[in-house]
């Protein structure tokens, strides 16, 4: 992962699973291109978002495929609780481009927050595929699986209350998949690497 860090997004803009702010692991083309983008991720950063998606749709509108613009016009249908567009915006970009790994990342913290874990985890299996050192893959993967085992912890205790084993395997999960006291998610951040298909990170319960 690489370049400079961003200032952390808005409180409760994420819990346990971490979203790619910015950045998809691509060149840009040209100049002016590098420098739309770099304005729209500025007022992105500022939470301006009805002016950061009119900079980017004035980009999409001379290159409709360019896939750094569709990455962030995602990012702003996710923090603006648009998550059907951001779904699909994501979904397309998985189509097009399936060998970044970032767009799989936040399409499976959307399904975290829609509680679809399942889901999740196949997107997260097809961030890895993509690019198996992504480290922040794997740690969004373990945090699904512990919320796929609290419910099946859950499950064993509603079918045989008498069982104290389920019983502390549920608590001991909750704790696992609670956050830490004092300690606010942050989703990670990173702006636009050049080349190679990059790690970043990503963000939601």
Do not use: C, W
């Amino acid at each position: 992962m690489t370049s400079a860090p961003l200032p952390q997004p808005r409180p409760g803009a994420s819990a346990a699973l971490r979203a790619i702010v910015f950045g998809l692991a691509l060149g840009i083309s040209a100049p002016l291109f590098a420098d739309a983008l770099a304005d729209a991720q500025r007022l992105i950063r500022k939470g301006q978002f009805p002016q950061a998606m009119e900079a980017i749709d004035h980009q999409l509108a001379s290159t409709p495929n360019d896939p750094q613009a569709r990455f962030l016009k995602g990012i702003i249908y996710s923090e603006t609780n648009k998550t059907d567009e951001a779904i699909a915006v994501y979904t397309k970009l998985n189509e097009d481009y399936p060998e970044f790994p970032e767009p799989y990342n936040n399409l499976a913290v959307l399904y975290a927050r829609q509680k679809q874990y399942e889901k999740a985890r196949m997107a997260l299996d097809m961030a890895i595929q993509a690019h198996p050192s992504y480290a922040t893959a794997y740690e969004n993967l373990g945090d699904v699986y512990a919320k796929l085992s609290n419910q099946a912890y859950g499950k064993a205790v509603q079918l045989d209350g008498a069982s104290k084993l389920a019983k502390t395997k549920l608590d001991l999960s909750r704790e696992l998949i609670s956050p830490p006291a004092k300690a606010p998610a942050k989703p990670a951040v990173s702006p636009l690497p050049a080349a190679e298909p990059a790690a970043n990170k990503a963000a939601e319960q």
